[in-house]
């Protein structure tokens, strides 16, 4: 049984990373996705300067949402916001604002957070794009002392999710999206070595990077449900795989081969699980995966398995438990 769960979770790898462009022809271009008019929704993308976050954050801000920008490289945000503003001057004003925000470190995710909250406004969506692949590089540890990989694709971007779990609430309905990676198939969890050293040669980037999206995946489900435990049900989580796009992810595929995806292309889906009221159907207790032709797709048997999900559940906690105290009491106090 396990043999031909692995044989099709590898079928399935290739069937969406090789024939991505005959899943997705059919698809109209990411602007033709949006509805026509989403001013009054404030959204929140992280890791907005470059790929798939740029694209996302540009077209939802030319669809009339105010943007946030989150982003490590602040001066670059801001060049890009004055270049959109430029390239609009015809149109509506765009709404764009630049904060920064670098996952690598916690604390920097906790000023973000608190500088949002102090508003007292509602967010209508989270993107939480931002993420890291050091393709072929040893083992790197964050200040916090986790390994990289899975600070900045899980622990940081599920910390700023709860942190910004009462704006989320201020909003009649809200998303929470996580763009994540089919690689996340061959991945397994082991949360007892976020905090260890590896051993040089039996680290393996791709191995970090997909279990890091793993956590992501299952940690969201886990939070999905427990906002339905509460009643919270106008909160919507999805996490959804955009492809495999041409981005400074990765440096090797910044060139780009017939089946790869552009940027837009990639922040197609993303797209769509952000604003289509299609997705309200395919949830499953307040969860559902997407794939990059915005319809639901195939998720590793792990996240099915709601032991394990659990376990990355409680490690999280474990990990942010100073920082918990951030997080609005009434929101938080039945969650953990």
């Not at 942190?163 to 089919?182: E, K, Q």
């Not at 690689?183 to 191995?207: D, G, L, N, Q, T």
Request: with cysteine; proline share 4%.
């Amino acid at each position: 049984m396990e043999r031909w769960a692995w044989t099709w979770n590898l079928w399935d790898m290739v069937k969406e990373i090789f024939c991505q462009k005959l899943l997705t022809y059919h698809l109209p271009p990411p602007s033709h996705l949006l509805p026509n008019n989403l001013s009054g929704l404030s959204v929140i993308v992280t890791g907005a300067t470059s790929g798939i976050g740029l694209q996302t954050a540009r077209e939802l801000a030319k669809a009339g949402a105010h943007v946030i920008m989150a982003c490590r490289n602040t001066k670059a945000a801001n060049n890009i916001a004055c270049q959109w503003k430029i390239d609009a001057h015809n149109s509506r004003i765009l709404d764009v604002e630049v904060m920064e925000l670098d996952l690598l470190s916690l604390s920097s995710v906790q000023k973000f957070a608190a500088t949002w909250e102090q508003r007292e406004e509602p967010l209508h969506i989270l993107i939480n794009n931002a993420g890291i692949y050091l393709m072929g590089e040893p083992q790197k540890v964050s200040d916090e002392g986790l390994e990289q990989h899975i600070q900045v694709n899980h622990v940081a971007p599920a910390l700023l999710t709860l942190l910004l779990l009462p704006s989320l609430l201020r909003a009649p309905s809200s998303r929470i999206i996580n763009v994540n990676s089919v690689v996340h198939h061959f991945a397994v969890v082991e949360p007892k070595y976020w905090k260890s050293r590896i051993e040089e040669h039996k680290f393996s980037s791709f191995k970090a990077y997909g279990a890091s999206k793993l956590a992501h995946l299952m940690f969201l489900k886990i939070l999905a449900n427990k906002l339905m435990e509460q009643r919270k049900t106008s909160i919507q989580c999805l996490a959804v795989h955009p492809g495999v796009v041409t981005t400074n992810l990765v440096p090797g595929f910044q060139k780009k081969s017939f089946w790869m995806f552009d940027p837009a292309e990639g922040a197609r889906s993303v797209l769509f699980c952000a604003t289509s009221n299609d997705v309200a159907g395919d949830l499953v207790k307040g969860f559902a995966y997407y794939s990059c032709n915005c319809k639901p797709g195939r998720i590793s048997p792990h996240v099915a398995d709601m032991d394990e999900c659990l376990e990355v559940w409680k490690k999280t906690m474990e990990i942010l438990q100073l920082n918990i105290n951030y997080i609005s009491q009434d929101v938080i106090a039945n969650i953990q």
